[in-house]
C-alpha cells in the first residue's frame, strides 16, 4: 500500500532551491547499496562529517517522532516497514520526558477517565 507522507512547512522550505524535477543523486540508483554507502561514507570523511551513517536520518526521525508521541503505526509507515521490532530499534535512543503521575491522572480526568486504583488504594 503506498504511504503519501505530508511535509510541514520547516521541511518544504529545505526543497526551495532544489530543481523541480528529476533524480537529486542521478547515478546512485545505478550501484549497490554497499558502494552508494562507500560513497556516502567518502563524502563525510571529505568534509570532516563524522558518526553519520545513511541510515541516520531514519533513526533521527523515529526518535523525533517518538519524542512527540506520533503514532507508532504511522511511524512504521512512513519508515516503509511493518515490523515494531524495527521501529522501536531505530526509535532506542529516544529521551522521553516523562510526566509525573498527578499530571498523568489531571489529563485522564480532564478526558473523562479514573483516577489510578493505586492511588487511592490505601
Known sequence: MPVLTHL???ALNLFKDL???GRLFPYLPQGRAG???TEFQSRCKQLDIKGVTLQSHRYAWAEGAKTVDYPERFAQEALGHNSKAVHR???????MKLPSLEEYEQKAAREGG?????????
Do not use: H, I, M, Q
Not at 530499534?89 to 529521551?95: G, S, V
Not at 479514573?114 to 490505601?122: D, E, F, G, P
Open 35 to 37: 558502494d552508494r554507502a
Open 114 to 122: 479514573n483516577r489510578s486504583s493505586l492511588v487511592n488504594s490505601t
Open 19 to 21: 530543481p523541480g524535477e
Open 8 to 10: 510541514g512547512n520547516e
Open 89 to 95: 530499534a531505530y526509535a532506542k535512543r529516544t529521551l
